[in-house]
């Protein structure tokens, strides 16, 4: 958008919510805080977007190395108005309508934000150099007081901490959010004192500069007061995350997606999920994770950075990370899939198994209590109950490969480095250390001795004892 730029302020240590991560960079909704409202921006199309930095400046950089942003740096903590002033710096030149906002602003929405650019530059009145987002809160404690004239006008803000008895009273308050015209922006914010409780350059000041020198100042009152607040603490930090997520369920029951009880099913903003997929209570599905249609993910699965093709199914409880899965796959109750792990269609995983950084191949399975690591397994293979794939030696990693159509027998051992061609049977109870030729039956079991009366004898001679 021509004529517009923003600057967004995320210089602070944020001391409340007494963490050494900047508070910016603490999550929502499975994105740090500050990504929303530069997401929100960007549907704006500006000119120009200035980040300004200052504690951990490098992480907050890092996080936002994706963006389409310049920064700025606050190297001291001198107020907002002095980190207005470290953002000019890139704008130099620019002119237009700068939009000032705080990076720990997450619910924030772009529709919010080109109305009050609209109403910024509303036809037929005189532009104002500045307006303000306000809203009324039943306990303003703790945030700064909108002052207005008889005539309704807004002439000042004044913080928390220097309001007088009956400025304390007044219900409106300042979401921090701001429309300035540049060249205005450019001259006020010279103007600034640090003559307040706190000793420093407050933004707010420069609606009384405004006000006394005869320009616009115009406030738009937000009547979600949630959509505006700014995350202080971790209290407001779980408020987020529960108006986060429920914007995202939201969002997907809309889209075609069952979500059983919204309020029990936990689901990132980062989340792609296909229609027709059911989500059952106590889910979480986290990251950047994409679930095909026609799915069901029963109670308590939790799934991170995943894939999962459609008509899949995920059992109860099944704990899934950066796994690939294709259509058809069955996973779980219970199972365990840990980074690497890629299935392809119809693959069957069940209960109390665990896979990691393993391959397998259409159609195969692994229905109870096994063990496989480091494993390429091929299709139409069968892994018996209580088999391990051994693939540590205490040193490195090694490999098993399995070839297509292999039976693996229950209470196998299968010691990588090894491999098992096609269509092998791998007897149970045997352990493998050397490779098994396609078509091949191992066995590696002890003749079976069955020695009679051998119970009765030792009881005999435990009773004597």
Known sequence: MKNFAAIVLAAGKGTRMKSALPKVLHPVAGAPMIDYPISALSSLAPERVVVVVGYCRDEVQGALASRRVSFAVQASQRGTGHAVL?????????????????????????ATLKAFLKFHRRRGAKRPVVSLITMMLANPSGYGRVVRN???????????????VEQKKINEVNSGI??????????????????????EYYLPDLISIAARSGHGVSA???????????????VELATANRVMRMRTLNRLMLSGVSVVDPEATYIDSTVKIGMDTVIHPGVHITGKTFIGSRCSIEAGAMIHDSIIGEASTIKAYSVIESTKAGKAVVIGPFARLRPGARLSEGVRIGNFVEVKKS?????????HLSYIGDAVIGSGVNIGAGTITCNYDGVSKHLTR???????????QLVAPVKVGKGAYVGSGTTVTRNVPPGALVITRADERVIEGWADKKMMKKSKG
């Open 86 to 110: 470290c953002g000019l710096n890139p704008l130099a030149g620019f002119k237009g309508d700068v939009l000032i906002l705080s990076g720990d602003v997450p619910l924030i929405t772009g």
């Open 150 to 164: 008889e005539d309704g006008a807004v002439v000042a803000v004044v913080e928390d901490k220097d309001c007088d």
């Open 178 to 199: 701001y429309l300035v015209d540049a060249d205005f922006l450019s001259a006020g914010i010279k103007k600034l004192g640090t003559k307040n409780a706190q000793g």
């Open 220 to 234: 738009l009152t937000h009547l979600d007061p949630q959509e505006v607040m700014g995350i202080n603490n971790r």
């Open 359 to 367: 391959v397998m191949g259409k159609g195969s399975k692994a229905n």
């Open 402 to 412: 399995i070839g297509d159509r292999a039976f693996i027998g229950s209470d196998t």
